[in-house]
C-alpha cells in the first residue's frame, strides 16, 4: 500500500488529509455520532464511553480501521476535523456473511458477481453542519475519500452498505460512481449492535475515474486547477464587472428593495451585492453573483457573449478569450498554494550578516511568489501565451520555483554593450555575474577557437533558449557567432514580470533582465537592442536627478538602476528588418540587463517587498497591508501616511521639480519596511518606464527618446501620470481593501492622500498652479479598452500618448473633504 497519512487530496474546499482516529478524539466523535443529523449511524443514545469502546474495538480489529478526515480549506487556516472514515475487509468484517451467501446463491445476478482486489469496505460520516450552508462540501469530501481509497491506499474495488431509506446517500454514491449488487438491493445487517435494511452498491477505480465526482479531488496540485476553477472564475466575474463597470464598458444598477445590483453583460443579466467606492469602483462580492436565466456562469462565454459591448473586433475575439482562460487556470493553480497574510509578516532579523540577508533574501522571494493577482486593473493579466503547463509550474513567478539561467557567449561585434558610469571594470563585472560558469565559459570559447574577448556573456531566460534561440537562431549557433555556455549554479526567482530574475543564490548581485517571446497582458515580452544601447546611461541620468535630490533622500527613497545591457543584432532578422512601424517580435530575442538589488541597501533592521504586498488578500480574505500595521503597532492612518511618503510624495516631487514621470503601478515599486512600517522605498524598471513629460527639461543627448513633451502638454496632461497611475492603478484598490478590512473608512483614506499632497505644496509652493493634483475631475485613461481592442498590441511603444484611450472625466477623490462613497 502507499503512504497513507501524508497524501492531500486537493478539492474544490481546500485540501484533505486523513489521519488515524485516536482516543483524543472520542468526545468529538460522540458529539457527531450524537447528533440529530447522523441518526442514520444507529448511536444517538450512546455515550461517551460507549463510543471509547467501540473505536478502541475497530483499532484492534486487523480487518478493520477509522480515520480523521481533516479539511484544510486553505493555506491560512489551520486543518479542521470533518469527518469520520472507517474502512474494512468486506469478507471478514461487515459483508462477509453476506458476499459468502452470495457467492453460493442461485438467485439471478448473484451467483455472476466478481468482485475486484483489492476490495475494501467504506463508512463515511460528514460532520453535522456548523454555520451556514457550503455547497458541494459533502461531494467533496466523499470525492476525497474515494480518491485516496483508490489512489493512495491501492484499492480496486469498494464497497458500501447504506441503510435503504437514506436517499441522501444514494444520491451521493451514485455521483461518485456506485452502482447497485444486483439481488443485494435490500438486505438485513447487524451493525453496531442494531439492525438495519441495507443497500449494498459498488464501485470499481475505473467506474469512479469516469463519474462526475472525480473531477472533485485530485492529488496532484496542478490537477487542482480543475477543482479551484469555480472560485476563481466567481472572482476574476466579479472583476470583470468591477473593472469594466469602472472604464463604463457595463452600466449596474442598484435596486434599494433588495440591496443588490444588477447588470447586463452582453445578452444576461446577473444580479450581486456590491459597495460602491470612489473612482467607480464597484468592489462586488464574488459569492453573491447569480445570473437571472439561472444558467451556469462561465466568464469565456459571458465575455463571447458581449463581445460588442466590450468593443472586441472578431478578429481579436479568440485570442482575447485565449487570455482569459489562461490567467482563468493560472488563478485557480495559485489559489491552492497561496500563504496566510500574517505567515508573511516581516521576519525578525539575526544579528549575523550573512543570516540577516540570507532572511532578507528570502522573504522578498517569498512575498514576490505570493502574489497571484497580477495588475488589479486589467483582466486578461496572466495569459503567457506560448507557456505550457510545465514550462509555467518552472517559470511562473507565483510558482515559487528557482531555476537555472541559461548563458551563451555572444559576438561582441554584433552586439550593443552598454554600461552605467558605475561600472569601471565591465571585465570584473561579467565575471563575477558568470560565478563558477567562467572557467567553462572560457573553455568552451576555446576549444571552439575562439578567443573570450572577442564574446560577451549574454544571459538568457530557459524559455528562451528552448523555444526560441536553439531553433529560430540555429544559424547563428552554427556560424559560432552565438556559443552555447550552459548554466550557471546560481539560482534564480522568477519575478513578477516574468522574465526578470532575482539571484537567490548570491542576493547582492544585480537582477538579471532577459527577453522572453511570450506574449503577455498585450505585448510579447522582448528587449530592443536599440534601448539597451542608451539604458544604462538613461539611469544615470536619471539617478544624478533624484538619487541625490534632498526629498528622495529623506524618505530613504532610491532608484535601482539598470547598470549594463547587452543586445544582439547580428541575425537574419536585424540584417532584413521589416518596414517602418511593423514587428515580428524576432528583432527583439537576443538582449538582458542588469539591474541593482535592493539587498545591499537594507538596513540592519529592514526587509524589501513588492508594493503589491499591499494588496495581497489571503485565501481566508486576510490583507497583510492589516498585518503589517499590526506589526507595526502603528495607527492605520499614520501607517498610511508613511506609505505615501515613500510612495505618493516621489512620483509627485519628480514630476513637480524634473518633469519626470515613472509607471509607478505595484509591481515597479518595492517598499522597505522595519517591523512592518513603511521606511523607504525603491522605483525600478526605468530604462523602458521613465518618461519626461515637459518641454523646458533639457535631456543629454542621445536620450532623446525620454522626452515626450513637445511643447504641447498641459499641467492636467501631466498630472494624469500620477491620477492614472497612482491614484487609478494603485490606491483606488487599496482604499476599498483599508474600507472594507475596517482599516481605514474610505473618505478618511482619502482625506490623508489629500492631506500628504498639501503638505508638499505648502514646502514646494506653487506646486498644485502647474499640477492639479486636486482638480475636480480628470480624464479618465482605460486599460482593458486597450487590451480590448487589440490584445495583440496594446500600444504603440514609441508613441503611448496616441495609443490612449479616455472614456470621458472621473471624479477626483482628493479634489474635496467630503465623502466619495457613493
Not at 698 to 720: I, K, M, N, S, Y
Request: with cysteine; net charge negative.
Amino acid at each position: 500500500m502507499l503512504n497513507t497519512e501524508r497524501d492531500d487530496i486537493f478539492t474544490p474546499h481546500g485540501t484533505v488529509r486523513l489521519r488515524p482516529l485516536t482516543p483524543a478524539d472520542t468526545e468529538l466523535v460522540h458529539g457527531w455520532l450524537t447528533d440529530p443529523h447522523c441518526a442514520f449511524w444507529g448511536m444517538q443514545q450512546a455515550s461517551v464511553n460507549d463510543v471509547a469502546v467501540e473505536y478502541d474495538r475497530l483499532r484492534a480489529s486487523p480487518h478493520e480501521e477509522a480515520w480523521i478526515l481533516e479539511l484544510h480549506p486553505h493555506p491560512a487556516a489551520p486543518h479542521r476535523p470533518m469527518g469520520i472514515v472507517e474502512d474494512y475487509d468486506p469478507r471478514r468484517v461487515v459483508l462477509d456473511s453476506v458476499l459468502a451467501e452470495a457467492a453460493s446463491s442461485e438467485a439471478a445476478g448473484i451467483r455472476e458477481l466478481t468482485l475486484e482486489e483489492p476490495l475494501r469496505g467504506l463508512h463515511f460520516l460528514v460532520a453535522p453542519p456548523a454555520g451556514a450552508h457550503v455547497s458541494g462540501l459533502t461531494s467533496s469530501l466523499f470525492a476525497a475519500v474515494i480518491r485516496w481509497l483508490i489512489d493512495c491506499r491501492g484499492f480496486r474495488e469498494l464497497l458500501v452498505e447504506p441503510d435503504v431509506a437514506n436517499g441522501a446517500i444514494h444520491r451521493k454514491n451514485a455521483e461518485a460512481g456506485f452502482l447497485d449488487v444486483p439481488g443485494l438491493n435490500e438486505i438485513r445487517l447487524l451493525q453496531g449492535g442494531h439492525t438495519k435494511t441495507a443497500r449494498v452498491q459498488r464501485c470499481t477505480a475505473s467506474d469512479f475515474y469516469s463519474s462526475a465526482a472525480a473531477a472533485r479531488a485530485s492529488l496532484s496540485p496542478v490537477a487542482n486547477a480543475l477543482c479551484a476553477a469555480e472560485t476563481a472564475e466567481r472572482q476574476l466575474i466579479a472583476k470583470a464587472i468591477r473593472e469594466f463597470s469602472h472604464e463604463r464598458l457595463l452600466t449596474p444598477s442598484f435596486h434599494p428593495d433588495s440591496e443588490r445590483w444588477s447588470v447586463h453583460f452582453g445578452p444576461r443579466e446577473l444580479s450581486f451585492s456590491a459597495h460602491q467606492y470612489g473612482l467607480a469602483h464597484l468592489e462586488v462580492v464574488p459569492e453573491s453573483i447569480e445570473a437571472a436565466d439561472a444558467a451556469p456562469l462561465h466568464l469565456a462565454e459571458l465575455i463571447a457573449g458581449a463581445a460588442e459591448q466590450l468593443g472586441i473586433e472578431p478578429e481579436f475575439l479568440h485570442t482575447y478569450i485565449e487570455e482569459i482562460q489562461a490567467t482563468l487556470v493560472g488563478r485557480a493553480r495559485a489559489l491552492a498554494t497561496r500563504p496566510a497574510a500574517q505567515s508573511l509578516r516581516a521576519p525578525q532579523l539575526a544579528a549575523s550578516a550573512q543570516e540577516r540577508a540570507n532572511a532578507q533574501a528570502d522573504y522578498l522571494v517569498t512575498a514576490e511568489s505570493a502574489m497571484y493577482e497580477g495588475h488589479p486593473g486589467f483582466l486578461a493579466n496572466s495569459g503567457r501565451g506560448g507557456m505550457s503547463l510545465t514550462e509555467l509550474r518552472a517559470y511562473a513567478p507565483e510558482a515559487g520555483a528557482d531555476t537555472h539561467i541559461v548563458w551563451l557567449a555572444a559576438k561582441r561585434e554584433h552586439c550593443v554593450v552598454a554600461a552605467s558610469e558605475d561600472v569601471a571594470d565591465l571585465a570584473g563585472f561579467f565575471a563575477e555575474q558568470l560565478g563558477d560558469l567562467g572557467p567553462r565559459y572560457e573553455q568552451a570559447l576555446a576549444e571552439l577557437g575562439c578567443a573570450p574577448d572577442d564574446y560577451v556573456p549574454l544571459p538568457l531566460h530557459p524559455w528562451q533558449w528552448d523555444n526560441c534561440i536553439s531553433t529560430i537562431f540555429f544559424d547563428q549557433l552554427i556560424s559560432r557567432d552565438l556559443v552555447y555556455i550552459g548554466t550557471s549554479s546560481d539560482l534564480f526567482r522568477p519575478q513578477q514580470s516574468l522574465r526578470t530574475f532575482f539571484n537567490h543564490s548570491r542576493p547582492a548581485l544585480p537582477y538579471v533582465k532577459t527577453a522572453v517571446g511570450i506574449r503577455n497582458m498585450g505585448f510579447v515580452r522582448g528587449l530592443s537592442p536599440a534601448y539597451m544601447e542608451t539604458t544604462p546611461t538613461i539611469n544615470d541620468w536619471l539617478a544624478q536627478q533624484l538619487n541625490v535630490d534632498p526629498e528622495f533622500r529623506a524618505r530613504n527613497v532610491r532608484l535601482l538602476k539598470e547598470i549594463v545591457a547587452v543586445g544582439y543584432r547580428g541575425d537574419t532578422y536585424h540584417r532584413h528588418p521589416l518596414p517602418a512601424g511593423s514587428t515580428s517580435g524576432r528583432e527583439k530575442m537576443l538582449s538582458a540587463l542588469w539591474r541593482d538589488s535592493p539587498m545591499p541597501q537594507l538596513s540592519a533592521t529592514s526587509v524589501a517587498v513588492t508594493l503589491a504586498g499591499c494588496l495581497y488578500v489571503d485565501p481566508a480574505g486576510e490583507s497583510l497591508a492589516a498585518e503589517w500595521i499590526a506589526q507595526s503597532g502603528l495607527p492605520p492612518q499614520e501607517w498610511l501616511r508613511r506609505l505615501l511618503d515613500v510612495y505618493l510624495v516621489p512620483v509627485l516631487h519628480a514630476l513637480a521639480q524634473y518633469g519626470i514621470v515613472f509607471m509607478p503601478h505595484s509591481e515597479n515599486v518595492i517598499l522597505e519596511l522595519d517591523n512592518g512600517a513603511p521606511v523607504g522605498a525603491f522605483f525600478k524598471d526605468l530604462g523602458e518606464e521613465a518618461a519626461v513629460v515637459d518641454a523646458r527639461v533639457d535631456v543629454p543627448a542621445g536620450l532623446e527618446r525620454l522626452q515626450v513633451d513637445h511643447g504641447d502638454f498641459t499641467g492636467a496632461q501631466r498630472a494624469l501620470s500620477i491620477h492614472t497611475d497612482v491614484l487609478d492603478g494603485v490606491l483606488r484598490h487599496l482604499a476599498a481593501l483599508f474600507d472594507r478590512k475596517g482599516l481605514l473608512a474610505e473618505t478618511e483614506f482619502w482625506l490623508t492622500c489629500r492631506a500628504v499632497v498639501l503638505d508638499y505644496e505648502r514646502r514646494f509652493p506653487g506646486t498644485l498652479e502647474k499640477l492639479p493634483v486636486l482638480a475636480s475631475q480628470f480624464k479618465h485613461s482605460c486599460l482593458n479598452r486597450l487590451q480590448l481592442r487589440n490584445p495583440l498590441s496594446m500600444v504603440n511603444l514609441g508613441d503611448q500618448e496616441s495609443s490612449l484611450i479616455y472614456a470621458g472625466d472621473m471624479d477626483n477623490p482628493l479634489h474635496s473633504s467630503e465623502s466619495t462613497a457613493r
